[in-house]
């Protein structure tokens, strides 16, 4: 069976990529040599063959030549030769040859009122030929009806599968198309992720880094210990930093996959406290943090949306508010978890924030939140996120 189907596919290919009209041709002229037998060998009885019955026999097949360029009018030619050669009796066909063709070919190409229309009419015209043949036997009746449906059912199939391979073709490339569009969106949301990522991790460790470059001189002299303090934060900010894009960037190599290196983890809602101590040593700005109601487990990508809301509002406040201090606020409700972190400086330059606020908002769009900036009750800067928690983010995102 392997052996038949590997000459077999081939040759059915070759079949299917040459010219239609060297095909059809080829079909034609064995239609024709097919009804020539009768007049080569007839049978005793039979009409002799004439010339009337050698041009209408090839009537009944150069039509087919152009089956396929012109289905319903070679069909309506090849009919009008075979119903004149079974009225001449020049003689009339034993096999419709070029019926059986015809009948295949609109049943796998024609129109439905063609398809219906061909088959009726042969159908009909088997029958009304049969009645007025002299010596017809039933079995011919049989014969002829039998084979027009076979032919035309043949055609029917064709056209189903067809239909069926370009359905599966389409629904592939659909498919295809839907799973690149699919990664490129999960490449351009995992950049973003990324790019989020380093622009918190790099704003808050460069802010304290500055913060503290700035005091370091002013003291060197006269505090000693506490300009080496501040050179001590500037060196931790910065090998925090470091670790942290380290373990963001290894998501990028190709052989830390491969190997399957496993990703560091992220920083979640545990982390705040350390946060808030790092902040409020290396800046000197007070920054308070309150919880009310009752903590529960997030999604992870909602707790590192929690965590990088607080120390982009925090980063924030340390390089353009101009404050003295802030409050970091987690209040827990059945629905959600509410962070807010209020200042009483004067709030990013501009109506609209830094990028680190728009990558704020993304984030809390990203876990089905919200988030709002804008000036605080009594003054400074507030900054509020609300994101959802499990069931109530499922809903949220849809």
């Known amino acids: 069976m392997p052996a038949a189907r590997s000459w077999y596919a081939p040759a059915l290919t070759r079949l299917r990529t040459t ?36 041009l209408l026999g090839a009537a009944t097949a150069v039509p087919l030549v152009w089956r396929r360029r012109f289905p319903y009018a070679s069909a309506l030619a090849v009919s009008a030769a075979t119903t004149a050669m079974a009225y001449y009796h020049a003689p009339p066909p034993d096999v419709l040859y070029g019926g059986f063709v015809v009948l295949y070919t609109m049943a796998a ?8 229309s061909m088959l009726a009419s042969w159908l009909l015209g088997a029958v009304l030929t049969m009645q ?24 029917v199939l064709a056209r189903v599968q067809r239909a069926y391979t370009a359905a599966v073709e389409d629904r592939a490339r659909r498919l295809e198309r839907e799973r690149a569009a699919e990664t490129a969106r999960a490449i351009a949301q995992e950049r973003s992720r990324i790019a989020r990522d380093m622009h918190d991790i790099l704003a808050h460790a460069v802010s304290l880094m500055v913060v503290q470059a700035e005091a370091g001189p002013v003291v060197v002299r006269s505090d000693p210990a506490r300009a080496e303090a501040a050179f001590d934060a500037i060196a931790t900010s910065g090998r925090d930093a470091m670790a942290q894009l380290r373990r963001i960037l290894g998501v990028l190599k190709e052989e830390e996959r491969r190997s399957g290196a496993t990703r560091l983890p992220q920083p ?15 800046t000197g700005l007070r920054v308070e943090s309150t919880t009310r109601g009752r903590p529960r487990p997030l999604p992870p990508d909602t707790e590192v949306a929690a965590y990088r809301a607080v120390q982009e509002a925090l980063t924030n ?32 330059a501009g109506t609209g924030g830094g990028h680190g606020l728009i990558g704020l908002r993304e984030r809390a769009t990203a876990c089905g939140g919200s988030a709002e900036t804008g000036p605080g009750p009594q003054g400074g800067f507030r900054v509020v ?6 069931a109530e983010r499922e809903a949220a995102l849809g």
């Open 268 to 282: 979640d809602l545990s982390g705040l406290p350390s946060l808030v101590r790092q902040v409020s040593e290396s």
């Open 317 to 348: 406040t340390v390089k353009h508010a101009y404050a003295s201090c802030a409050q970091v606020e987690l209040d827990w409700s059945e629905d959600e978890l509410t962070l807010t972190v209020t200042d009483d400086g004067g709030g990013p």
């Open 19 to 54: 010219n239609p009209y060297v095909v059809d041709g080829a079909l034609a002229v064995l239609v024709l040599f097919a009804a020539s037998l009768q007049w080569m060998f007839p049978d005793e009885g039979d009409d002799p063959l004439s010339l009337v019955g050698w």
């Open 109 to 116: 190409v024609g129109l439905p009122w063609q398809r219906r």
């Open 132 to 155: 007025h043949k002299e010596h017809s036997e039933p079995f011919e009746y049989a014969f002829h009806v039998t084979g027009m449906i076979c032919a035309y059912g043949l055609g």
């Open 385 to 390: 996120v609300r994101l959802p928690v499990t």
